[in-house]
């Protein structure tokens, strides 16, 4: 192996690092990382009355709604996910820290 094989090796090793560490963090922040098996990103775009029960079977709640907006909580999880629905789909889904979600079950209208 030359030595300039060796050194981008190394670097693809830290940088691999980083976003490992990237992942730790968004979950000790109480969120999932995008992508992981909490995360509900793969449902943006999705027609809301179709997707709602896959997010149910992922074990989500409704907790709270403002608007067209709903925060869903996984209580196995402490997940949290804000959705905001526009025209029938989810046109917005974002992984939220889990205290925006605790606390407000009956707050749900």
Do not use: H
């Amino acid at each position: 192996m030359t030595r300039v094989s060796v050194v981008v090796l190394a670097a693809l090793g830290l940088l691999g690092g980083c976003v490992e560490a990237e992942d730790e963090m968004a979950s000790s922040a109480g969120r999932p990382a995008t992508g992981s098996e909490y995360s509900l990103a793969s449902f943006e775009g999705a027609k809301a009355g179709q997707a709602e029960m896959g997010i149910r079977n992922l074990g989500y709640e409704p907790v709270r709604s403002s608007g067209l907006t709903t925060w869903w909580f996984n209580r196995s999880t402490g997940a949290c996910a804000e959705i905001t629905t526009s025209n029938g789909r989810y046109s917005s889904v974002q992984m939220r820290a889990a205290d925006e979600c605790r606390g407000d079950r009956r707050r749900l209208r």
